[in-house]
């Protein structure tokens, strides 16, 4: 099993660009989740899916950010203009079904610079 | 408003020795609780969990516990090995009301001394 996939693994762009974040869940799984990782603030989930439909984007900061699942196998992450501030480490991640066991499964992440 | 908290960024252990790592909740609402393990470049991994039920789940060399009242876990390492050198991440949710979401702490760095 290839695990969850994400591109690209860096990414440095300039301030008021578009960056467009992918991750490619673990065949099966029903959940996908968006987290961004901070010092300041550790991992925070940004927004989370279920059969492909938004559940909770709360956690999505502002309206810079959005994000899509067109379908099982692929989402989206974007962020429209980029600024300094959103510089961090963004994963993906999946799980299959909810209650108890919620393990999920983290990609190896998208570092962001956004200069 | 951090409601899983880690106060210690990073911790140094002798190898052989007891590593003890800490994580503090404020809502009492969550139910079951996590520890995921990262090496650099990669993403966090899934190490061990425990239920509200209980206060105490081990698993190998690992083992948490849990105190409701303090609101209070603990993850314990023994012993500890250079390959345990991580950050080490808490996290809450509550499992009970079928809410699938994780609330993570900012991570303590572990780093077992050879």
């Known amino acids: 099993d290839a695990g969850v996939i994400q591109s690209p693994r860096h990414e440095v762009t300039e301030m008021g660009q578009e960056v467009t974040l992918r991750c490619k869940p673990i065949s099966g799984h029903d959940y996908l989740f968006w987290y961004r990782q901070t010092m300041m603030r550790g991992l925070e989930l940004l927004i989370y899916f279920n059969n492909n439909v938004p559940i909770d984007d709360s956690g999505m900061p502002e309206d810079r950010f959005s994000a899509k699942m067109p379908n099982a196998s692929f989402s989206t992450l974007k962020i429209q203009p980029s600024e300094p501030r959103d510089s961090a480490v963004y994963f993906c991640?999946?799980?299959?079904?909810?209650?108890?066991?919620?393990?999920?499964?983290f990609g190896p992440g998208t570092r962001l610079t956004v200069l | 408003d951090q409601q899983v908290k880690q106060n210690s960024p990073s911790l140094s252990v002798q190898e052989g020795r007891i590593s003890i790592l800490n994580c503090d909740y404020t809502n009492s609402m969550f139910d079951y609780f996590l520890w995921y393990k990262k090496y650099p470049a990669e993403g966090p991994t899934f190490l061990i969990s425990i239920s509200s039920i209980k206060d105490k789940n081990e698993d190998g060399r690992f083992t948490v516990f849990l105190n409701k009242s303090a609101k209070h876990l603990s993850l314990h390492i023994v012993p500890s090995q250079p390959g345990d050198s991580a950050v080490y991440f808490c996290a809450a949710s509550r499992a009970r009301f079928g809410n699938e979401k994780l609330t993570f702490g900012t991570g303590t760095r572990l780093t077992i001394i050879p």
């Open positions: 991640a999946s799980s299959l079904g909810s209650g108890l066991y919620n393990e999920q499964f």
